[in-house]
């Protein structure tokens, strides 16, 4: 069973179509990148799926529950907005005990799970502290924490990297690495970089539609580069200019770049330009210390996609 379907999900503001027959399925147990420009329609899919919005045509169901089943579905769900908000006079601890009386744990229970959630998310030493003090990386912590409370099969998190700055950012990220195998992680982001750090899927929404729904991998295999890059010892870099200016001259080649003792060869066939460049490579006497296939960024993939959209 999908930990998350959703069929032809359309959602309307007047004339905006923010979601215009949005298709998706989730495994359980992934850590899905929900990737997009602004407006594209993530926020909107988040809160239709965690019961703050109604669409107004299609289907979805998280955790086997139809959304609309509002009690059943937060029972199985945790949600960290894109901008959370928290009693500022509360310290970290009696916030999440506070949140686990939502959730009807009892006063033992409460605690033991606020102080293993503080321990998880790098708060412990700051339990008591009140969360006005807090520092914006601190806040989104917290915030992972009070969506874990109820124990999610999915949590669905927001933009939660992208207010950060880098320390921030790293800690965050990390933290969400960790639930691999705990819940289903479903993470809103626009940025290319945080989604190549810690997803397994990638979903790639515009205009309200998806465009491509990959693992990582296979998506920036999909888009291969037709580059090469191949790398000497450092105490060669004569030979390695003489021998890239000879096959910039095949008819195989397109354009050679030489970077210190690297080179990266841009070629017009891929696979036959494998073959015959190790071929090359063996008869040239290099010393060659790696050879490999150039992949493309998530963000040359992304850009990519956009544009085939764009011109089709
Ligand atoms: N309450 C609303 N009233 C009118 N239009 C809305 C409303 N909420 C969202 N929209 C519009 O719907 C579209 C999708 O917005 P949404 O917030 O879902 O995008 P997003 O991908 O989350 O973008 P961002 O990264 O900027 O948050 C946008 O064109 C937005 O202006």
């Not at 691999?180 to 899927?201: K, N, P, W």
């Not at 490999?292 to 963000?299: D, I, N, T």
């Amino acid at each position: 069973m999908s930990a998350i379907r959703i069929e032809n999900l359309v959602k309307t503001y007047g004339a905006v179509r923010a979601l215009d027959g949005l298709s998706l399925e989730v495994e359980p147990g992934s850590i899905f990148g929900f990737l997009g420009p602004n407006g594209a329609g993530k926020t909107t899919t988040i809160r239709i799926l965690t019961g703050l919005a109604h669409p107004s045509g299609g289907h979805a169901s998280v955790a086997g529950v139809q959304i609309g089943h509002n009690g059943a579905l937060a029972r199985r769900i945790g949600y960290l907005p894109e901008e959370p908000a928290f009693y500022g006079w509360m310290s970290a601890q009696e916030f999440l005990e506070y949140i686990g009386r939502l959730f009807g744990l009892g006063g033992a229970a409460r605690r033991k799970r606020a102080e293993e959630l503080l321990e998880k998310v790098g708060l412990w030493e700051v339990r008591k502290r009140r969360i006005r003090g807090f520092s914006r990386g601190m806040r989104q912590r917290l915030g992972i924490a009070q969506a874990l409370v109820n124990q999610p099969e999915v949590l669905f998190l927001d933009e939660p990297a992208s207010a950060l700055d880098p320390a921030g950012r790293r800690d965050v990220l990390e933290l969400i690495a960790g639930l691999r195998g705990q819940c289903t992680v479903f993470m809103s982001t626009h940025i290319l970089a945080d989604v190549e750090r810690v997803c397994d899927t990638v979903g790639i929404i515009h205009k309200g539609r998806m465009l491509r729904v990959a693992r990582q991998e296979d998506l920036t295999a999909a888009y291969a580069l037709p580059v090469f890059r191949v790398e000497v010892t450092a105490n060669g870099n004569r030979p390695l200019t003489e021998w890239a200016e000879k096959i910039g001259r095949e008819a195989m080649v397109e354009q050679v770049q030489v970077d210190g003792n690297a080179v990266r060869i841009r070629v017009r066939d891929v696979e036959n330009a494998r073959g015959w460049l190790l071929q090359a490579l063996a008869e040239s006497g290099l010393a060659v210390e790696r050879f490999e296939a150039v992949k493309p960024s998530l963000e040359e993939v992304f850009l990519n996609l956009v544009n085939e959209e764009v011109h089709r």
